[in-house]
């Protein structure tokens, strides 16, 4: 791994812990809200807007994730959010890739921004309060995109996306999954002990779709940067690109993964 890379990763890491476990969940929110933002102008970017149409789609972005941090009822809206976010994953972006739409629309392109970016913001705003179950499920997104990469570079054959990512490979898919399923037994001997029968498979099922969900955001971002003729969606991160490139797996698993915590508790991830 390039020195630039593993620099960068080991201070966002460093920054991304002390903030949750230190900051008080208002600060928290802002700090994220700060990534928010630019990850908005790099979506901006890869959705061609120019000028003022740039600036309006950062200012709604973080507007309306402003009204959510602030805002005493925003958490009856929590729940919304993030089943809105799953059905666009499932229901509109798995055959945006599938049939390589290229949609020119502003409007289209402003909307499904708003949905990718906001409510993973939200979900790790929200899962501050849960920082346990929140780093474990981070920790998936991380092993799987790891396990994907090395896997698929060493036996990798078949591709996964050729038109969209022609790095990725199906190798590497089952490689990603086998580490998570791995780690998920790990997890299960150190903690979850007194678990059910049913508690233990549907953590397994939590965790695989959020591995599942992470390879469908890395594709989805991936195949915006080829529409827009770009390979990174931006340049402020040494060896990794923009701050789109750092979280495009976290964009569709995290607020899946907030959805299912909501309504099964921690027991249904361990």
Same mark, same amino acid.
């Given at each position: 791994?390039?020195?630039?890379?593993?620099?960068?990763?080991?201070?966002?890491?460093?920054?991304?812990?002390?903030?949750?476990?230190?900051?008080?969940?208002?600060?928290?929110?802002?700090?994220?809200?700060?990534?928010?933002?630019?990850?908005?102008?790099?979506?901006?970017?890869?959705? *061609?807007?120019? #000028? /003022? +149409?740039?600036?309006?789609?950062?200012?709604? &972005? $973080?507007?309306?994730? %402003?009204? =959510?941090? @602030?805002?005493?009822?925003?958490?009856?809206?929590?729940?919304?959010?993030?089943?809105?976010?799953?059905?666009?994953?499932?229901?509109?972006?798995?055959?945006?890739?599938?049939?390589?739409? *290229?949609?020119? #629309? /502003? +409007?289209?392109?402003?909307?499904?921004?708003? &949905? $990718?970016?906001?409510? %993973?913001? =939200?979900? @790790?705003?929200?899962?501050?309060?849960?920082?346990?179950?929140?780093?474990?499920?981070?920790?998936?997104?991380?092993?799987?995109?790891?396990?994907?990469?090395?896997?698929?570079?060493?036996?990798?054959?078949?591709?996964?996306?050729?038109?969209?990512?022609?790095?990725?490979?199906?190798?590497?898919?089952?490689?990603?999954? @086998?580490?998570?399923?791995?780690?998920?037994?790990?997890?299960?001997?150190?903690?979850?002990?007194?678990?059910?029968?049913?508690?233990?498979?549907?953590?397994?099922?939590?965790?695989?779709?959020?591995?599942?969900?992470?390879?469908?955001?890395?594709?989805?971002?991936?195949?915006?940067?080829?529409?827009?003729?770009?390979?990174?969606?931006?340049?402020?991160?040494?060896?990794?690109?923009?701050?789109?490139?750092?979280?495009?797996?976290?964009?569709?698993?995290?607020?899946?993964?907030?959805?299912?915590?909501?309504?099964?508790?921690?027991?249904?991830?361990?």
């Amino acid at each position: 791994m390039p020195v630039a890379r593993l620099a960068t990763a080991s201070a966002l890491l460093a920054l991304f812990c002390a903030g949750l476990l230190l900051l008080p969940n208002l600060y928290w929110g802002a700090l994220l809200l700060a990534g928010l933002a630019i990850a908005a102008w790099e979506w901006a970017v890869l959705a *061609r807007y120019r #000028g /003022a +149409l740039r600036w309006l789609f950062v200012a709604l &972005v $973080v507007a309306s994730a %402003t009204v =959510l941090l @602030l805002h005493p009822g925003a958490a009856a809206l929590q729940g919304p959010l993030y089943g809105l976010s799953a059905a666009f994953w499932a229901l509109i972006a798995w055959p945006w890739l599938a049939r390589k739409w *290229r949609p020119e #629309g /502003a +409007l289209a392109l402003g909307a499904a921004g708003w &949905v $990718v970016l906001v409510p %993973t913001w =939200l979900a @790790l705003t929200a899962l501050q309060a849960r920082p346990g179950e929140l780093l474990a499920l981070l920790a998936v997104v991380w092993i799987a995109d790891t396990a994907a990469y090395f896997v698929g570079r060493r036996v990798g054959r078949h591709r996964l996306a050729p038109q969209i990512s022609p790095g990725k490979t199906w190798e590497g898919l089952m490689g990603a999954a @086998l580490a998570v399923a791995v780690y998920y037994c790990l997890l299960w001997v150190a903690f979850g002990a007194g678990r059910t029968a049913a508690e233990v498979i549907g953590g397994l099922v939590a965790f695989g779709a959020v591995t599942a969900l992470s390879v469908e955001g890395d594709l989805f971002e991936s195949w915006m940067k080829r529409q827009a003729g770009v390979k990174d969606s931006g340049t402020l991160l040494p060896g990794h690109g923009g701050v789109l490139d750092r979280i495009d797996s976290l964009t569709a698993g995290m607020p899946f993964a907030a959805l299912w915590l909501q309504y099964f508790g921690p027991s249904g991830i361990l």
